[in-house]
């Protein structure tokens, strides 16, 4: 990010004394691009569902709980993913080159995801149907850990993580996702565990290779908004802030 700033340069001006004689003043201004760094901006306030809703529309769901700092989706009486009220949620706000991060911790057997680049239309019932996911997931207890791109940290069902890098079960991580100009990266822990650079035929390929090859919407949006899963299981969200790049 740039802003304008004014570089220093001589300029000499004219000026009349009281007696009339001529005097010269030399004056300074600045003139100048510099960088900026961009700010952190907090995507929860640790209190309320403020700039969070429902994917397709209205309040976010019952399930979905504010507990000690944390957004918390409370499995107890829920049968499976999508069902009673809890369903995905999303950020009122979209986002194209960004830097991202989220704390999560998972409950034993559990998965859920972090999922980006959302577009939110009638056209598409659930953010996977365009949004890609860094995956969360108990790989000890879940089964979709059997499947290599399913993995806590992989992008879901298309790239595998480099190194495992998760927290045991029921212990908080730190999830990274940086996008700049299709370049994208996903961190884990501190640790890059993926890169790939988006929207190049190389792109292509691979969702087409990938369980998301019928879904022409997918993965092709620069801009969009991030969804946090609810895939039936209690999961655990907070610190959740990002950067616009």
């Not at 709980?65 to 499995?75: E, H, R, S």
């Not at 069902?83 to 080159?97: A, L, Q, S």
Request: aromatic fraction near 12%; proline fraction near 2%; charged fraction near 30%.
């Amino acid at each position: 990010m740039k802003i304008l700033k004014y570089s220093i340069f001589a300029l000499s001006i004219v000026a009349f004394g009281c007696g009339g004689s001529e005097e010269v003043r030399e004056v300074t201004v600045e003139n100048e691009l510099v960088e900026v760094e961009p700010e952190w901006i907090s995507l929860f306030d640790g209190e309320s569902f403020d700039g969070w809703k429902k994917y397709g529309g209205g309040e976010v769901g019952a399930a979905w709980k504010v507990q000690d700092g944390a957004i918390y989706l409370d499995a107890t009486n829920k049968d499976g993913w999508q069902t009673g009220d809890g369903g995905d949620i999303v950020t009122e706000e979209e986002f194209d080159n960004f830097h991202l991060k989220v704390e999560w911790k998972i409950a034993k057997d559990g998965n859920s995801g972090i999922i980006f680049y959302v577009h939110e239309s009638e056209e598409y019932a659930y953010p996977w149907m365009t949004g890609m996911e860094m995956q969360v997931l108990d790989n000890d207890g879940h089964p979709d850990a059997k499947i290599r791109t399913h993995r806590a940290g992989d992008l879901y069902d298309l790239i595998e993580s480099s190194e495992e890098t998760v927290s045991p079960v029921g212990e908080w991580n730190l999830a990274e996702i940086i996008s700049k100009d299709g370049l994208l990266q996903l961190h884990l822990n501190g640790t890059k565990i993926v890169e790939t650079t988006l929207w190049t035929p190389e792109w292509e390929e691979l969702i087409a290779g990938s369980k998301f090859k019928d879904m022409p919407g997918f993965g092709t949006f620069k801009s969009g908004k991030i969804a946090l899963q609810d895939h039936g299981d209690e999961v655990w969200f907070r610190n959740i802030e990002i950067k616009r790049l």
